[in-house]
T-cell receptor
Framework: EDQVTQSPEALRLQEGESSSLNCSYT??????LFWYRQDPGKGPEFLFT???AGEEKEKERLKATLTKKESFLHITAPKPEDSATYLC???????????FGSGTKLNVKP | SAVISQKPSRDICQRGTSLTIQCQVD?????MFWYRQQPGQSLTLIAT?????????ESGFVIDKFPISRPNLTFSTLTVSNMSPEDSSIYLC??????????FGPGTRLTVT
């Protein structure tokens, strides 16, 4: 069965304290792995798509990487405005359906 | 990307009534999806809205409870029927683009009393 597991559930960082979020997945034939940011009361905002192992994408303080079993979202020198829930999702080749993880709630303290 | 709007943004409804949520996209898209996000939870796919044919529902969701319309390539509606407090959630529509990415609307926050 296709599954996505995110860890940790919650993460508290001091401003400037770098860290990583993990997304482990099992899927029959990965078409893509997607990272989203969700602020309270809003819809998920698209961040990155990763298609194959070894691929990396960067956007400001965020960097996403992909292996055959997991993806990491690295946050370098975070700021309070990076506080949000980060969701990952996977899509298999045979389906258009996204399987979402439960998310990591990030809180960055000034 | 795509710009997606939803109406209403929030509503408080009485038990036993129905609510129709609208989703409008600023460009023609083939794939539209409806999700539910219960408080503190992640997203659960309700159904895929197909233009010109019936929606495809995920396990645990039925057409009688969540009828969906997709009259054209820029619009879809989701109705939550015969509501109970357990239906209190955020309902989100999304669109799938050719690059397989999905973009989400702002959501409709539904409270059933």
């Amino acid at each position: 069965e296709d599954q996505v597991t995110q860890s940790p559930e919650a993460l508290r960082l001091q401003e400037g304290e770098s860290s990583s979020l993990n997304c482990s997945y099992t899927v029959s034939g990965l078409r893509g792995l997607f990272w989203y940011r969700q602020d309270p009361g809003k819809g998920p905002e698209f961040l990155f798509t990763l298609y194959s192992a070894g691929e990396e994408k960067e956007k400001e303080r965020l960097k996403a990487t992909l292996t055959k079993k997991e993806s990491f979202l690295h946050i370098t020198a975070p700021k309070p405005e990076d506080s949000a829930t980060y969701l990952c999702a996977v899509q298999a080749y045979n389906f258009n359906k996204f399987y979402f993880g439960s998310g990591t709630k990030l809180n960055v303290k000034p | 990307s795509a710009v997606i709007s939803q109406k209403p943004s929030r509503d408080i409804c009485q038990r036993g009534t129905s609510l129709t949520i609208q989703c409008q996209v600023d460009s023609q898209v083939t794939m539209m999806f409806w999700y539910r996000q219960q408080p503190g939870q992640s997203l659960t796919l309700i159904a895929t809205a197909n233009q010109g044919s019936e929606a495809t529902y995920e396990s645990g969701f039925v057409i009688d409870k969540f009828p969906i319309s997709r009259p054209n390539l820029t619009f879809s509606t989701l109705t939550v029927s015969n509501m109970s407090p357990e239906d209190s959630s955020i309902y989100l529509c999304s669109v799938g683009l050719t690059s397989y990415e999905q973009y989400f609307g702002p959501g409709t926050r539904l409270t059933v009393t």
